[in-house]
Each structure stands twice: as structure tokens, then as C-alpha cells.
T-cell receptor, first 107, second 113 residues
């Protein structure tokens, strides 16, 4: 079993839908990161969380340390949100990545 | 634009060769991270440097080495290249040594033929 599991692996949504991507991990961590990788390959860091909840525009990330679970929510999804979303955890100074969730938002 | 630069953008080389990938962090960032992304393995953490010192090591092969120079730029050296080393290599930087937001460079696409 992988130390970081993401679900779903693939997701297709209609524009305007509310989207949730989940990340579960099995190791103790100091932080959890959500990354976005565009079709061209570039990676952008969306959030770094160690507790609670963070919000940037239409994106919300939550983490439950006790349950070792995080969720990334996208409200009012748009075709430009189409990308791969990757969860990464850092136990001490190392980083372990999930396999990513491929999101496609249709107009 | 993240402020992190990587050169070259693309590199094609033959098996057995050696290449050097270069990364310049954002101004003011002291940490540099190297990652490998291949089709079958996904993103993998290779190594981290903080202010010139190695901070953490991940799944970095012995044929690979890295260093961070006094001006904080970093180089990743890949030697005795194999077909399986073909991948995207990303560099990222952050202000501090851990648990800080990372800023990713555009990546270097390495193709080993």
C-alpha cells in the first residue's frame, strides 16, 4: 500500500460543479502540500497545510491530522481548472507524493 | 513565473553519458529541492539542499549527485545514463529548510536514447 493515496484517479466535471479530491496518508507528517500540474507540465504549489483549513479564491484545502486525511475542494469549477492535482506529504525533511488526480472540467 | 529558473529546457543524450542540470532559486530562497517525474513512477523526491548543505536525501541513485553553490544555485549531475533516466527533472526552492511553500521551476526534460 502506498504511503500517500489519492482519490479519485480521474475526474470529469461540468463547468460550475463543486469538486472534491481526497488524499490519505499513513505516515506522520510535518506538512501536506497540494500541487497543480498543468497539461504543459508546469507545477504550481497551491497550499501547504499543517492543520485546519486554507482558502485561495475558489480553492479550499482542509486537513485532519488525527485521521491522516486532506481534501482539496474547487468551487464553481472552470475549464481552466483542468490539470493534475497532486498531494505531497513531508515526514521530516523528505517528500512523498501521491499519484495525482487528473481533473477535466467540460464547458 | 515562479522566479525559479532551470537550464536547459530539453536535453537529449545517449546511454552512458553524463549531463548536468542547473537550477537558480528565487531571490532570497535558501533551500533547493530536486525532483524526478517519470511516466511510470510519478513525482519522486531526490535531494534537498539548504544554504549550501545537504538537508535530506530521497530516492536518489548513486549515479546521481548534486550540490548547492555559495551563490545558492544548484546543479544535479547524472552519470552513466540509462534509458530509464528519461524523465522531467524539476527544481524547486523555498525560503526555509522545511515546511515552507515551494516554488517550482519549469523543469528539464531529459531524453536518453
Amino acid at each position: 500500500k502506498n504511503e500517500v493515496e489519492q482519490s479519485p484517479q480521474n475526474l470529469t466535471a461540468q463547468e460550475g460543479e463543486f469538486i472534491t479530491i481526497n488524499c490519505s496518508y499513513s505516515v506522520g507528517i510535518s506538512a501536506l502540500h497540494w500541487l497543480q500540474q498543468h497539461p504543459g507540465g508546469g507545477i504550481v504549489s497551491l497550499f501547504m497545510l499543517s492543520s485546519g483549513k486554507k482558502k485561495h479564491g475558489r480553492l479550499i484545502a482542509t486537513i485532519n491530522i488525527q485521521e491522516k486525511h486532506s481534501s482539496l475542494h474547487i468551487t464553481a469549477s472552470h475549464p481552466r481548472d483542468s490539470a493534475v492535482y497532486i498531494c505531497a506529504v513531508s515526514p521530516s525533511y523528505k517528500y512523498i507524493f501521491g499519484t495525482g488526480t487528473r481533473l477535466k472540467v467540460l464547458a | 513565473d515562479s522566479g525559479v529558473t532551470q537550464t536547459p529546457k530539453h536535453l537529449i543524450t545517449a546511454t552512458g553519458q553524463r549531463v548536468t542540470l542547473r537550477c537558480s532559486p528565487r531571490s532570497g530562497d535558501l533551500s533547493v529541492y530536486w525532483y524526478q517525474q517519470s511516466l511510470d513512477q510519478g513525482l519522486q523526491f531526490l535531494i534537498q539542499y539548504y544554504n549550501g548543505e545537504e538537508r535530506a536525501k530521497g530516492n536518489i541513485l548513486e549515479r546521481f549527485s548534486a550540490q548547492q553553490f555559495p551563490d545558492l544555485h544548484s546543479e544535479l549531475n547524472l552519470s552513466s545514463l540509462e534509458l530509464g533516466d528519461s524523465a522531467l527533472y524539476f527544481c524547486a526552492s523555498s525560503v526555509g529548510p522545511s515546511s515552507y511553500e515551494q516554488y517550482f521551476g519549469p523543469g528539464t526534460r531529459l531524453t536518453v536514447t
